[in-house]
């Protein structure tokens, strides 16, 4: 999430980065292992929430190399 910010992408938020809306989901089209594991947190929210595993949420991601996403509101 801060790094789509960061370049001038808009994020969805209701929360401001506190892992509970779920609204910064994004897609990962490629590049998936370029990210930080899944946390606990995030990983209920996601159950919770019933968000596909091709999804992660932005603001609990860490990107540690190149990664292809997309959101339904770009
Ligand atoms: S901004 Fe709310 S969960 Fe990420």
Redesign the pocket.
Known sequence: ?HALLAHGLPVA????????????RVRILAGAANLSPESTLEGD?KNRNRIGTDFR????ARVLNDIVIDTTYW
């Open positions: 999430m938020s209701s929360c401001h980065g506190e892992g509970v809306c779920s609204k910064c929210l949420i932005s603001c609990q």
